[in-house]
């Protein structure tokens, strides 16, 4: 289950990718705009403000996110509904999709269908984390594969769910599309002020919500605790803050 409350934490460092993203797609005038995983909808309604006249959709999986997103009363029609069962309008000439395929296995071969059958000129714009290599989550791995998790979460860890850059700009060429394609790494300066490691809270937001529905409640303090632990060696606070390196991969497509 996703937590919009949780999720919203370092809601501006969690932003700041999608901005960049969007910041590639040249449309002027789209008639129909999708944000596929929209989760609690603001920077959907972004989308909106900057095309007034398009008619602007969020869709996502999470009854909790679209509540939230449905409460803003933006000029925006929010759904539940999973990226697996959505297809392009005829009329659909922006699609986005940020931080959400990380989720979705099969996401290579949606992105072809979903390319194949935009209309000419539209434009396809995903952002993905590229930081399963991190510190962070090769701590997670380790900690969800050793004795006594191992049974429970060994399995629901994700080894590398997402290409690189150029792996999605291959696929993208490959169904016609053209194709801008690069990497960033943000460098997040996350305050040292509670008694909880801010990573370990970020982590809570995203990579550590199916542990966390996985464990019942003492395994769960348990994990959180050691994983904690090996977060503040491996990301030591220095002058009241942690630095926390996260790289991130973003394609902008045009279909010719
Ligand atoms: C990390 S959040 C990103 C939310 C938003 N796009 C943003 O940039 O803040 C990931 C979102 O993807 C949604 N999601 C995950 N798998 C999905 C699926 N198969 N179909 C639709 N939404 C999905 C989750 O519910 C969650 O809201």
């Given at each position: 289950?996703?937590?919009p409350?949780?999720?919203?934490?370092?809601?501006?460092?969690?932003?700041?990718?999608?901005?960049?993203?969007?910041?590639?797609i040249?449309a002027?005038?789209?008639?129909a705009?999708a944000?596929?995983?929209?989760?609690?909808?603001?920077?959907?309604?972004?989308l909106?403000?900057?095309w007034?006249?398009?008619?602007?959709?969020?869709?996502?999986?999470?009854?909790?996110?679209?509540?939230?997103?449905?409460?803003?009363?933006?000029?925006?029609?929010?759904?539940v509904?999973d990226?697996?069962?959505?297809?392009?309008?005829p009329?659909?000439?922006?699609?986005?999709?940020?931080a959400?395929l990380?989720?979705?296995?099969?996401?290579?071969a949606?992105?072809?269908?979903?390319?194949?059958?935009?209309?000419?000129?539209?434009?396809f714009?995903?952002q993905?984390?590229?930081?399963?290599?991190?510190?962070?989550?090769?701590?997670?791995?380790?900690?969800?594969?050793?004795?006594?998790y191992?049974?429970?979460?060994?399995?629901i860890?994700?080894?590398?769910?997402?290409?690189?850059?150029?792996?999605?700009a291959?696929?993208?060429?490959?169904?016609?599309?053209?194709?801008d394609?690069w990497?960033?790494?943000?460098?997040?300066?996350l305050?040292?002020t509670?008694?909880?490691?801010?990573?370990?809270?970020?982590?809570?937001g995203?990579?550590?919500?199916?542990?966390?529905?996985?464990?019942?409640?003492?395994?769960?303090?348990?994990?959180?605790a050691a994983?904690?632990?090996?977060?503040?060696a491996e990301?030591?606070?220095?002058n009241?803050?942690?630095?926390?390196?996260?790289?991130?991969?973003?394609?902008?497509?045009?279909?010719?």
């Amino acid at each position: 289950m996703w937590d919009p409350t949780v999720y919203h934490r370092f809601g501006d460092e969690r932003s700041r990718p999608f901005h960049d993203l969007v910041a590639r797609i040249g449309a002027e005038r789209p008639r129909a705009v999708a944000d596929l995983g929209c989760g609690p909808g603001e920077l959907t309604a972004g989308l909106a403000r900057r095309w007034p006249d398009a008619r602007v959709t969020g869709l996502d999986s999470s009854p909790e996110m679209i509540g939230k997103a449905r409460a803003l009363a933006a000029p925006v029609a929010f759904d539940v509904a999973d990226v697996h069962d959505w297809q392009p309008a005829p009329d659909t000439d922006v699609v986005v999709t940020n931080a959400v395929l990380q989720w979705v296995p099969e996401h290579r071969a949606l992105i072809e269908r979903w390319v194949r059958a935009l209309p000419s000129g539209a434009w396809f714009a995903m952002q993905v984390p590229g930081n399963f290599d991190a510190p962070s989550h090769r701590a997670l791995r380790a900690l969800a594969r050793s004795a006594p998790y191992a049974e429970t979460v060994g399995e629901i860890v994700r080894e590398a769910p997402v290409d690189d850059a150029a792996g999605y700009a291959a696929l993208l060429t490959g169904a016609g599309a053209t194709v801008d394609a690069w990497e960033t790494t943000y460098v997040h300066l996350l305050a040292a002020t509670g008694p909880e490691h801010p990573v370990l809270r970020w982590m809570e937001g995203t990579a550590l919500r199916p542990v966390k529905a996985a464990l019942a409640e003492p395994a769960w303090r348990g994990f959180r605790a050691a994983l904690g632990a090996t977060l503040a060696a491996e990301y030591p606070a220095r002058n009241g803050y942690v630095a926390f390196p996260f790289r991130r991969i973003f394609t902008v497509a045009t279909i010719a």
